[in-house]
């Protein structure tokens, strides 16, 4: 049994009103495997860098115990890199720099000893990439998370429907779900889409929360409220990733557990908001972890009795 | 013991993506007094309107045992309109017609009735009349709610800032949470409110839910994914009224009975959208309330067990 995230494992230099980076790692896969790996122990990524990327930096991923063979490195390659700037509200954000490199070729390989895989997330990465991985993978995993964006609806609408029919849950924001489904209403925009392949609907929200549909029913996640949001690259990468990471322990998926990985993956993501880039994912405890999931509970407990 | 509810009662003519109406019943008072009469018996308005309103009119105040003898009827005057046109995403909207009329010049009028106030709802209004209205109880209620707006922090904000230093409850919404502390960040925002007087804040999210800040505490209350959204004009009065309604009921104010007010609040108003103006809230059944009640048990519900 494994969990294989495919995504980008890349550079960001990131502005906001808070500082800026120069390089410093990130990348779906990245910001998933870090939140997947406090956890679940076999973490496995598939993905592909330049020479530039280096030792120090893989070792962010290795000393959380996620296994890097498939994460190719291209020689004389660069790795993938994007810059942006946040405006102040946070919610917004402006692309300086997008440079795909390596990415632009990426032909994901699947090591032999990740065909144990039953845990599969598609990162946010082209269509077509994320169909050729499950592919490759000789089993159908028990669980496929699919992550996407608008960008390939605008440009890979096509492809992007042929990899929802196989995949068990998407996650996209609201005006993803709305574009996707032609749908104001989301709870309109959840039916459209449930019947695109999907079996369940995550439609992230950031700092309004997550709502979860599927098997008929709806879950609403609140999002943790935080005086400060100092950088939210990879949020939703790791929620992605701490929502199947949960789902990867528990083992069972039905509605009960979709909810708790939620919680998890909001967890995670409200950690990653803490700091630049991958630093406060990187040195997490179990006590850290433990706690905030019990500000979760608090924040949306009521009982009412009659 | 009663509730008493200080605000508008006027006309409104509304246009949303499903159709338009013509002058229909509308105003803070209505929705709010409406709401919290499914939750409390002794619900109390005082407001002013023109020869214009009608005993039709009126009666579907009455019918739902409100007591009306602090709305003042101004012989020859016309009651207070507003018309406006909704966009198509329902969270916007142009204001076409605001006209005062007898507004202009509202005097509330305590009756010797309404000394027995233990529960205010300071409905939105200009600061002054809000502040007259609580100067003229002879005694402070237990409990006084005000509902503010962006408007009158333009336009009348150092008024404001005294009604804030005498009220226990605020409820305003995020933008305006933002615009009155100074501050993005909703937590810092709330920081910032409770010390100008209330102990307590709600912001108001719209379909986003609400949020709950006092006693050191946070609550995020889900609003309920709604397939159709009608009309959103009174959703924040019957939200209001909900709210002290179910308080007034309960009597005692702590935080745990604050959530579960949110709670009654969130479902009045997720029925006053479904249909134009003060349609829905006029006719709805304790089954039709006990049943939403339990759809937001269902939808906030999640457990984690370790």
């Not at 990327?53 to 993938?80: P, Q, T, W, Y």
């Not at 946040?86 to 300086?96: C, E, F």
């Amino acid at each position: 049994m494994s969990l294989v995230i495919v995504g980008t494992v890349a550079f960001d230099a990131i502005e906001t009103p808070f500082g800026k980076t120069d390089k410093i790692v990130g990348g779906a896969a990245t910001f998933a495997g870090l939140a997947a790996s406090y956890l679940y122990d076999h973490v496995k990524l598939i993905s592909v860098i330049g020479e530039d990327f280096g030792d120090d930096n893989m070792h962010i991923l290795k000393s959380r115990g996620i296994d890097v063979e498939g994460v190719e490195i291209v020689a004389g390659g660069k790795s993938f890199f994007w810059a942006g700037k946040y405006h102040n509200d946070m919610n917004s954000r402006d692309t300086l720099v997008t440079e795909l490199n390596v990415l632009a070729n990426f032909d994901p390989k699947v090591p032999a000893s990740y065909q144990d895989c039953t845990h599969l997330l598609l990162g946010n990465l082209t269509p077509q990439v994320q169909m050729q991985t499950l592919e490759r993978l000789e089993q159908k995993p028990k669980l496929v998370v699919l992550d996407t964006m608008n960008f390939w609806m605008d440009v890979a609408l096509d492809d992007l429907k042929k990899v929802l029919l196989k995949v068990d849950v998407l996650t996209i924001n609201d005006a993803e779900a709305r574009q996707l489904s032609g749908e104001y209403s989301l709870v309109k925009a959840a039916d459209v889409i449930l019947k695109m392949g999907p079996k369940y609907l995550i439609i992230k929200k950031g700092e309004h929360g997550a709502l979860l549909f599927g098997d008929g029913q709806v879950f609403s996640a609140p999002a943790l409220p935080l005086a400060d949001v100092f950088d939210p690259t990879g949020a939703g990468d790791a929620f992605a990733g701490g929502f199947i990471g949960y789902l990867a322990k528990v083992k069972s998926v039905n509605f009960t557990n979709m909810k708790n990985a939620i919680i998890y993956g909001s967890a995670l993501a409200s950690f990653c908001v803490e700091k630049f880039g991958t630093e406060k994912l990187q040195h997490l405890s179990a006590a850290d972890i433990k706690e905030r999931i019990q500000q979760f509970v608090s924040l949306a407990k009521f009982e009412i009795s009659e």
